[in-house]
């Protein structure tokens, strides 16, 4: 079956630091990929999207490229704010499939 | 108005109450999902509905009843909960194709 993994946390940073956030994918075809986040209070936002296996998404100033070698989608910011602070999902859903598969969430907290 | 509307915000029920939850939706789309989010737990995938007909019921107990009266609304009828069923109801929309969903805010609920 269709399934994500992604790292766990919490992590915890520093105004100005790297993150990276790990996702792995199991899914049969060509998925597309997404990353969402979700701030304190609020529901699940739509980050950013890759379809296609090299395909780059990019917001915000996070990317996320799309390795089908290493079924991976790992989420990347160069210098992160405090509010970046917030629930990062990795999903995916199948080809011809319009249901998502999530990851369990990954807390990240940035310190000023 | 244009994205995915929860009603209400916040919502405190006693175990005997009936009450509903409100999602509305103006993007066209003709995917309806209704998710839990407790604390520290993945998301919960609970109904979907497509083309306003229920297709997935992941073995929700059947205090909660779901309705899709047509592609924009959709609703979570609620009667006699039970405390561990305080978490946040999210809803989704999507098109029945891989372009990801649109998530309302949620409505925080408490059963006390």
């Known amino acids: 079956g269709n399934s994500v993994t992604q790292m766990e946390g919490p992590v915890t940073l520093s105004e100005e630091a790297f993150l990276t956030i790990n996702c792995t994918y199991t899914?049969?075809?060509?998925?597309?990929l997404f990353w969402y986040v979700q701030y304190p209070g609020e529901g699940l936002q739509l980050l950013l999207k890759?379809?296609?296996?090299?395909d780059k998404g990019s917001n915000k100033g996070f990317e996320a490229t799309y390795r089908k070698e290493t079924t991976s989608f790992h989420l990347e910011k160069g210098s992160v704010q405090v509010s970046d602070s917030a629930v990062y999902f990795c999903?995916?859903?199948?080809?011809?499939?319009?249901?998502?598969?999530f990851g369990a969430g990954t807390t990240v907290t940035v310190r000023a | 108005e244009t994205g995915v509307t929860q009603t209400p915000r916040h919502l405190v029920m006693g175990m005997t109450n009936k009450k509903s939850l409100k999602c509305e939706q103006h993007?066209?789309?003709?995917?309806m999902y209704w998710y839990k989010q407790s604390a520290k737990k993945p998301l919960e995938l609970m109904f979907v509905?497509?083309?306003?007909?229920?297709?997935e019921n992941n073995s929700v107990p059947s205090r909660f009843s779901p309705e899709c009266p047509n592609s924009s609304h959709l609703f979570l009828h609620l009667h006699t909960l039970q405390p561990e069923d305080s978490a946040l109801y999210l809803c989704?929309?999507?098109?029945?194709?891989?372009?990801?969903?649109?998530f309302g805010s949620g409505t925080r609920l408490t059963v006390v």
């Open positions: 989704a929309s999507s098109h029945t194709g891989n372009y990801g969903y649109t």
């Open positions: 509905y497509s083309l306003e007909e229920r297709v």
């Open positions: 993007l066209g789309h003709n995917a």
């Open positions: 899914a049969t075809g060509y998925p597309s």
């Open positions: 890759a379809t296609k296996a090299d």
């Open positions: 999903a995916l859903a199948r080809s011809n499939d319009y249901k998502l598969s």
